[in-house]
Structure formats: structure tokens, C-alpha cells
């Protein structure tokens, strides 16, 4: 049985622990960083992360990119959106055509 | 192409031969699971896109929710609200194979079927804003997993189909090429051996009917 993470800032975050997802508020990219491989280690299925704090440890989530669990996601924090998710997607149309013809007039 | 050095035999020659038939085997295999990989990645890629789109925006505005109820509340009544969770939910996880990929299939289970078990406080000292904001977030939920399985179902399939189209593609211009010219090669170099026999031979036939009969064809 797996379970289901949130990584981020206290205020993006917060809300998800009412919904019974477990939250696991960081204030630094170092912090972020050692919580997502604890996670990983520790049966979670899903590991949903802010935007903002995936871009200062990418090299960190590229670690489990190629396996099946777990899956990290970037969500949206309170700051607003970045984009990186989208661009995210739109990179691995990039890995797997080779350019990116599905979303390249978005 | 430059030919490697190989060995003109015909060892080597049926070697090659065998080689050529798997490789040419293996391409048209690997060329065609390419091409399905890719047909489902393409049907698969649109929906994440928009999952991702619409889970965005609504978590976009479930933090707007919370904005707005933690501006009524004072923080520490709000962090003692959703200090103790009554919800929780757990994942079930399976994998699928598809064309040898392991892409993951999730399942969750709440903890309790009631699902005003998300309001884990008593409404006498919250504001309504909450209520709204939780219940904004819950509702997304669902989404949120649906978009963490098919995002991560893309990224292996994407995966996959770079590995298959660096194999299809060095099989073709590489592999087979390579082997064909090696087998050309060593065609060649046996004929002329052949060649170069049967002239010897001839010379040698000659030469021993000219001392067995005494004539010279000069």
C-alpha cells in the first residue's frame, strides 16, 4: 500500500492535509531535497512537488525519472504558476518525436 | 563505408549471413513496437497536457480559496483546524505493460467513504472560506492522481521510444549496412581465391602435359 506526498512551501501546501494527503512543509532546497529521497525510500506512490522547489533540486527528481514509482509531480504553489509543468510535458514530446510537434503552438 | 577487417572465410561468411537475418529481423520488430509506442504515447500525451492544464488552474484557485480563508482566520486556529486529519488516503499501485513498458496504474482508497470527512474541525470556529477552500482541493484530487499516472506513464513511454528509435536507427544506417558491405567483402575475396585457383590450376595441368608429352606450345 502506498501513500501520497506533498513537498513545498507551508503555505502552497497546507490544504492537502485535509484532503488525507500527507504534507511535508520545507523551507529550503536542501531540506526539500533529503524529504524527497526520504519519501522515495519510504512507499510513497506519488510525490507531488511545487514548482518553484523542483527547479532547485531537478537533478534530485531526475534520479527517479526513469523508474515506475515513484512518480514526482510538479504542481503549482501559492506563488502562481511557473510553467515548469507544462514545459515538462512538453519535453518528453521532445525526447520521444524528437522535436516537439504536438504542443509547439502553445 | 570503411570495411572493419574481418577474416575472408567462409566461416566468417556464413557468420555474417546469420547476423544479417537477426538484424534485419530485429529491425522490423523494433521499427514496428517504435511505432506503436509512439501511436499510444501520442494518444496518451494529449490527455496529460490536458489534465495538466485543467489541474493547474484548479489548484490555482483552490490556493486562492485558502488565501482568502486564512485571511479571516487567525493562523493559529487555522493550524490547529487541520492539525489532525481525519482523512487519509492510500494508493494503490499496479503496473501494466505495454509493449514492455511497466507504466503504473493507481488506485486510492479514502480512508472513510463519508466524504464530508475532509472537514476536519468543527465549524464553530473556522470561517466557511475553509469549508469552500477544502472541499476546492478535494475536489481535485481524483484529477491530481489520474495526472500523476498518466504523466508518468508519458515519461516512461517517452523513454522507451528514444531507446527503440537510437536501436531502429543504428540497425539501420549502421548495423545492416555495415554487415552487407562486410559480406560483399568477403564474397569477392572468396571468388577471387576461386578464381586465382582455377588459373594455377590450369598452368600447373599445362605445364605437367607439356613434360608428360614433350610439347612445346611455343
Request: charged letters at 30%; a positive charge; one cysteine or more.
Amino acid at each position: 500500500m502506498h501513500k501520497i506526498a506533498v513537498i513545498g512551501d507551508y503555505d502552497s501546501i497546507y490544504g492537502f492535509a485535509a484532503v488525507g494527503v500527507s504534507i511535508s512543509p520545507v523551507k529550503s532546497a536542501k531540506e526539500a531535497r533529503t524529504l524527497l529521497h526520504r519519501l522515495a525510500a519510504n512507499q510513497f506512490g506519488i510525490i507531488y512537488i511545487t514548482e518553484e522547489y523542483a527547479d532547485q533540486i531537478k537533478e534530485d527528481i531526475q534520479k527517479y525519472y526513469h523508474k515506475a514509482l515513484p512518480a514526482i509531480i510538479l504542481i503549482p504553489g501559492v506563488s502562481g504558476n511557473t510553467g515548469a509543468g507544462v514545459e515538462n510535458v512538453k519535453k518528453t514530446v521532445e525526447q520521444a518525436i524528437g522535436s516537439d510537434i504536438v504542443f509547439s503552438n502553445k | 563505408m570503411a570495411v572493419k577487417q574481418v577474416i575472408p572465410t567462409r566461416m566468417e561468411l556464413t557468420r555474417l549471413k546469420r547476423k544479417r537475418i537477426t538484424a534485419i529481423r530485429g529491425h522490423k520488430l523494433l521499427r514496428d513496437k517504435r511505432d506503436e509506442l509512439l501511436r499510444r504515447y501520442l494518444e496518451m500525451v494529449r490527455d496529460n497536457m490536458a489534465l495538466r492544464e485543467k489541474v493547474e488552474s484548479a489548484i490555482h484557485s483552490a490556493n486562492r480559496n485558502f488565501v482568502i480563508a486564512k485571511a479571516s482566520m487567525s493562523e493559529a486556529s487555522l493550524n490547529t483546524a487541520l492539525m489532525a486529519p481525519k482523512q487519509e488516503v492510500n494508493l494503490e499501485t499496479a503496473e501494466r505493460n505495454v509493449m514492455s513498458v511497466d507504466i503504473p496504474v493507481f488506485k486510492y482508497k479514502t480512508r472513510s467513504s463519508d466524504e464530508n470527512d475532509i472537514y476536519s474541525y468543527g465549524f464553530a470556529f473556522t470561517s466557511g472560506d475553509l469549508d469552500g477552500a477544502v472541499r476546492s482541493l478535494a475536489d481535485v484530487l481524483p484529477d491530481m492522481i489520474r495526472l500523476a499516472e498518466i504523466e508518468k506513464s508519458c515519461q516512461l513511454l517517452a523513454i522507451e521510444i528514444e531507446k527503440s528509435r537510437r536501436r531502429v536507427n543504428a540497425l539501420e544506417h549502421f548495423i545492416i549496412p555495415e554487415t552487407e558491405e562486410m559480406i560483399k567483402y568477403i564474397t569477392m575475396k572468396l571468388d577471387e581465391n576461386a578464381r586465382s585457383n582455377l588459373t594455377r590450376l590450369m598452368k600447373v595441368k599445362e605445364v605437367m602435359l607439356a613434360d608428360a608429352h614433350g610439347y612445346d606450345k611455343k
